[in-house]
């Protein structure tokens, strides 16, 4: 398996070729299976250590982390950032330095700032996989998101998909962009002018649409963004109200997608605001419950295929 997934860290899905790509969701499929069954352990990875540093508040990502790991049989310490030296000041690097004087073999990081990731993979002598830096990147996200879609459609090369929303501020968007268009998807943006970046062709989506109804027609897949108020300096919209009239899906905006087109939402999500409940819970067309579901199989995909790269070493 080593020689399929040739990288020492996830820290983005820019360094991700779709051999790399197929390889972590065909491992993902059989950790789906094990998922649902009574006994849901494995040893893959017993004896190593894997460290969840979260600077940022998180409820799916740090739990399908912590779940991935123990049901691999590694031991796994979540860092409470809140209650550690980071609170009296010490620097991320120094973080670093005392992590990894303690030997972890893997070390799963969310930071606010864009790059710090890949600044504390070059510090540390273990596998560092970026759980979401700044509005830079969500690599974790874009591949359970590609699962999802391709368990569901039975493929992505070929399909429409549509991302919407807080294109500006969101890393779900930018990872995202690039995985699906990687594995041969055409790529929409759907956004109001004040939450789309300035130059929107840099982040490789084939489209760039400011009204909903035009951007949803025809596409297979609707991918909702949460509004990343805690990025925000300023007002960026004139109330939720009016942002979900324009902006939020709901029957009518969804009615110009195919027929059968799936809705997509990385969670948490603003009911009312980004997305009607009443989609958000249809069981036919959301597949927004198994995205977190299948979102514990991708990390345990991503933890196996870095643990045989360590064994290697």
């Known amino acids: ?4 997934f040739p990288h020492s860290h996830l820290l983005g899905v820019e360094e991700l070729s779709s051999k790399d790509i197929t390889a972590i969701l065909d491992l993902s499929e059989s950790y789906i299976s094990l998922n649902r069954k009574k006994d849901k352990k494995k040893t893959i990875l017993k004896g190593l250590t894997l460290i969840n540093l ?7 990502t740090r739990t399908s982390f912590e ?68 509005s830079h990147e969500h690599p974790t996200q874009a591949l359970l998101d590609a699962l999802t879609i391709r368990r569901r459609l039975g493929k992505i090369r070929g399909l429409t998909i ?36 300035a130059c929107p ?7 760039c649409f400011y009204n909903m109804s ?16 805690e990025r925000m ?34 969670g948490p999500m603003n009911r009312g605001i980004e997305i009607d409940s009443e989609l958000a ?6 597949v927004i419950l198994e995205q977190v579901e299948y979102g514990v199989a991708v990390r345990q995909a991503i933890l196996e295929l870095l643990a045989e790269r360590i064994k290697n070493d």
Request: aromatic letters at 4%; a neutral charge; hydrophobic letters at 40%.
């Open 1 to 4: 398996m080593s020689n399929e």
């Open 54 to 60: 979260f600077f940022e508040n998180s409820t799916r």
């Open 201 to 207: 062709e840099i982040l490789g989506a084939d489209e």
């Open 162 to 197: 549509a991302i919407c929303g807080d294109i500006m501020h969101s890393r779900v968007a930018r990872s995202n962009i690039t995985l699906l268009k990687t594995m041969g998807a055409k790529i929409r943006i759907i956004a109001p002018p004040t939450l789309m970046p």
């Open 214 to 229: 035009e951007g949803l027609k025809n596409v297979d897949v609707v991918m909702m963004l949460r509004l990343q108020q």
């Open 67 to 134: 779940l991935a790991g123990k049901r691999l049989g590694a031991d796994v310490i979540n860092m409470q950032v809140s209650s550690s030296s980071v609170q009296k000041g010490e620097t991320l690097l120094d973080t670093a330095a005392t992590l990894n004087a303690m030997h972890p073999d893997f070390i799963t990081v969310r930071h606010p700032d864009s790059g710090a990731v890949n600044l504390l993979a070059k510090k540390v002598n273990c596998s560092i996989i970026n759980a979401g830096d700044g």
């Open 281 to 286: 819970d249809d069981i036919n067309r959301s």
């Open 233 to 266: 300096s300023g007002t960026y919209i004139p109330s939720e109200k009016e942002y979900f009239h324009f902006y939020g899906l709901d029957k009518s905006k969804l009615s110009n997608a195919k027929k059968n087109a799936l809705i997509m939402h990385p």
